[in-house]
């Protein structure tokens, strides 16, 4: 069957549509419903929002304490002077998986990208979408309060060089095995191991030690291996990573308080499932040893 050629007026139309989804942006082509959901897997809000009643949220101001000094997080709005309106969604992906500022320098690991650089690509695009949706707030940036050499940003291209390996340029997020979607929302969307795992001196994290538990400045971080967890039933590591509840009827404290009732305690019955799924195959180490 022959067809018959397109009229003029047909491929005016056409051209004009096109050129209308050309200048589309890229990030309102994200599921901004799975980017909010991806922003409480990844715990977005606890890092980027000041810990003070009526902050806003990801305005910044956080502070994190560290044997380095105190890092606060950056305002993650779409505001174009003191947030990431200006940015791009390479730069907000270059962030991610390379540890990278939009200038090309370090960000510190005090942001976990040595775990965000195994998003996938859709969950990237996904969280940019929402978080170009949320109104924007003009509030500049604290600096952070770091003692030398350790606000020095250029050596962090040496710690990379020692500890940080960026993920694949085109990545899928698991969604059928549990295992494989636990490990990736523990190991990559709630970077768990970057508190759960030991760190050298140089802040290094032990990976053969993953999720063995460390010593923080708020105290002792406990052991996420079956070391610990073996006595814990499905049904008690659901309960606790919901309502913080331990089997003991202990009560969980923060900072892990604050991360149940933003990330964990948000995620789907499936999700809470293969979390728990992961950690049961983790393999059993110590609990490390105070130096």
């Given at each position: 069957?022959?067809?018959?050629?397109?009229?003029?007026?047909?491929?005016?139309?056409?051209?004009?549509?096109?050129?209308l989804?050309?200048?589309?942006p890229?990030?309102?082509?994200g599921?901004?419903?799975?980017?909010?959901y991806?922003s409480?897997a990844?715990?977005c809000?606890g890092?980027h929002?000041?810990?003070?009643?009526?902050?806003t949220?990801?305005?910044g101001?956080r502070?994190?304490?560290?044997?380095f000094?105190?890092?606060?997080g950056p305002n993650?709005?779409?505001?174009?002077?003191?947030?990431?309106?200006?940015?791009?969604e390479?730069?907000?992906?270059?962030?991610l998986?390379?540890?990278?500022?939009?200038?090309?320098?370090?960000?510190?690991?005090?942001?976990?990208?040595?775990?965000?650089?195994g998003?996938?690509?859709?969950?990237?695009?996904d969280?940019?979408?929402?978080?170009?949706?949320?109104?924007?707030?003009?509030?500049?940036?604290?600096?952070?309060?770091?003692?030398?050499?350790?606000?020095l940003?250029?050596?962090?291209g040496?710690?990379?060089?020692?500890f940080f390996?960026?993920?694949?340029?085109?990545?899928?997020?698991p969604?059928?095995?549990p295992v494989?979607?636990?490990?990736?929302?523990?190991?990559?969307l709630?970077?768990?191991?970057?508190?759960?795992?030991?760190?050298?001196f140089?802040?290094?994290?032990?990976?053969?030690a993953?999720l063995?538990?460390?010593?923080i400045?708020?105290?002792?971080?406990?052991?996420?291996?079956p070391t610990?967890?073996?006595?814990?039933?499905?049904s008690?590591?659901?309960e606790?990573?919901t309502?913080?509840?331990?089997p003991n009827?202990?009560?969980?404290?923060?900072?892990?308080?604050?991360?149940?009732?933003?990330?964990?305690?948000?995620?789907?019955?499936a999700d809470?499932?293969?979390?728990?799924?992961?950690?049961?195959?983790?393999?059993?180490?110590?609990?490390?040893?105070?130096?």
């Amino acid at each position: 069957m022959k067809l018959s050629p397109l009229s003029s007026h047909t491929r005016l139309l056409l051209a004009t549509l096109l050129a209308l989804m050309a200048c589309v942006p890229s990030w309102a082509q994200g599921n901004v419903q799975n980017g909010l959901y991806i922003s409480k897997a990844a715990g977005c809000l606890g890092c980027h929002t000041e810990n003070k009643s009526g902050a806003t949220p990801f305005a910044g101001g956080r502070g994190l304490e560290t044997p380095f000094g105190t890092f606060y997080g950056p305002n993650i709005t779409p505001d174009k002077q003191t947030g990431i309106g200006n940015w791009s969604e390479a730069d907000f992906t270059r962030a991610l998986r390379r540890g990278e500022r939009p200038d090309g320098s370090h960000y510190f690991p005090a942001f976990p990208y040595p775990s965000f650089t195994g998003m996938s690509d859709k969950d990237i695009q996904d969280l940019w979408a929402y978080l170009r949706s949320i109104p924007p707030t003009n509030r500049a940036n604290r600096e952070h309060a770091l003692g030398f050499p350790y606000k020095l940003r250029f050596l962090v291209g040496g710690w990379k060089m020692l500890f940080f390996k960026p993920g694949p340029p085109l990545a899928t997020a698991p969604a059928t095995d549990p295992v494989a979607r636990g490990a990736y929302l523990v190991n990559v969307l709630g970077h768990c191991g970057e508190c759960h795992t030991p760190r050298n001196f140089l802040g290094g994290p032990d990976k053969k030690a993953l999720l063995a538990g460390a010593m923080i400045p708020e105290g002792k971080v406990p052991n996420l291996t079956p070391t610990r967890l073996q006595k814990w039933s499905d049904s008690d590591l659901k309960e606790y990573l919901t309502t913080g509840t331990a089997p003991n009827g202990d009560v969980v404290v923060e900072p892990m308080s604050e991360v149940i009732t933003n990330t964990t305690s948000q995620l789907t019955p499936a999700d809470l499932a293969a979390m728990v799924a992961y950690l049961r195959t983790v393999p059993p180490h110590a609990e490390p040893s105070k130096k």
